[in-house]
Structures are given as C-alpha cells and as structure tokens.
C-alpha cells in the first residue's frame, strides 16, 4: 500500500548520498577520516534505518551532476536525505538548490568537523537548506542522523 511520498506503508525510504572522494573511507587520510570504509557507514545507516522500520537507498558519486541527479530523484521516492556532500559542501550551489527542492527533513552529516580544519572548509553551501547539520563525530554522526531523520519523519 502507497502511503506519503517517499513511503510504502509507514516504511520510510532513506535516501544515503555521498559526495567526492568518499569512496576512498578507510584508504584516505586515516587520521582525520578513520578505518571504517564506505561499505562500513553504509551498514550503520541501514542497521540504524531498520531498527525505525524504514530503508535505504544509498548512492556515492564523485560527479556533481549526479548527486543533484539523485537528489531530484529523491524528490520523487523519499522521505528523507541524509548527505555527505564533500567538497561540494564549500561551494556546489547546483546542490544547494536541488536540495531546497525536496519537501522532506534533510541531514548534512561530516565525519570529521569542517569548522575545526582549513578556513576554506567552514563554509557550507548545504547548511541554509538543511533540516540540521552533524559534524565532527565520525560514523556515530551517521547513526545520530537516521535518529533525527526517524524522528522526524514520525
């Protein structure tokens, strides 16, 4: 049975979108962005999601236009986005945009916190259009936003 956008039922879709470079978690700069790969983050989001009775759909691209692809999409099949965007935090307003699009609670999550590294890193284009923003608290700050998203979404 359909129920609101972004549901089947009471499940709620989840949309788990990840900016450049996140493919290389657990390769890249251990020191600031740790041993837990990807894969690794992905499992505690769906485990986290499930444990609220909703799902995800989760997708990596090192592409802008794809992550605002996705986003548009998910406009359509979520209830919910919770995003890494990179890089393209700092500067990509395709992304912002896309994002002040969807109806739904939106989470900006970063592993590490961007407000304590380079001056160019505490800018964030996603921030004005995010439901809210965790940083700094590695894969439980992914854990935290499936938390936030769920109650939200109740």
């Known amino acids: 049975m359909a129920g609101r956008r972004g549901t089947i039922g009471?499940?709620?879709?989840?949309?788990?979108?990840?900016?450049?470079?996140?493919?290389?978690?657990?390769?890249?700069?251990?020191?600031?962005?740790?041993?837990?790969?990807?894969?690794?983050?992905?499992?505690?989001?769906?485990?986290a999601a499930q444990a609220h009775g909703h799902t995800v759909e989760a997708?990596?691209?090192?592409h802008e236009g794809v992550l605002v692809d996705a986003i548009h999409s998910a406009r359509n099949r979520a209830a919910a986005i919770i995003i890494n965007p990179g890089a393209f935090t700092h500067y990509?307003?395709?992304?912002?945009d896309a994002l002040a699009a969807?109806?739904?609670p939106i989470?900006?999550?970063?592993?590490?916190?961007?407000n304590?590294?380079?001056?160019?890193?505490?800018?964030?284009v996603v921030a004005p259009v995010a439901t809210g923003s965790i940083m700094g608290l590695g894969i439980q700050g992914y854990e935290l936003a499936v938390h936030a998203v769920a109650a939200r979404l109740a």
Do not use: M
């Open 10 to 47: 009471a499940v709620a879709i989840i949309a788990l979108l990840h900016g450049p470079n996140l493919n290389l978690l657990g390769q890249r700069e251990p020191h600031i962005y740790g041993s837990a790969t990807l894969d690794d983050y992905v499992a505690v989001v769906t485990a």
């Open 59 to 62: 997708l990596q691209t090192n």
């Open 92 to 96: 990509a307003w395709s992304i912002h």
């Open 102 to 104: 969807f109806a739904g």
């Open 116 to 124: 304590a590294r380079e001056p160019w890193r505490h800018i964030s």
């Open 107 to 114: 989470v900006e999550v970063h592993i590490s916190n961007p």
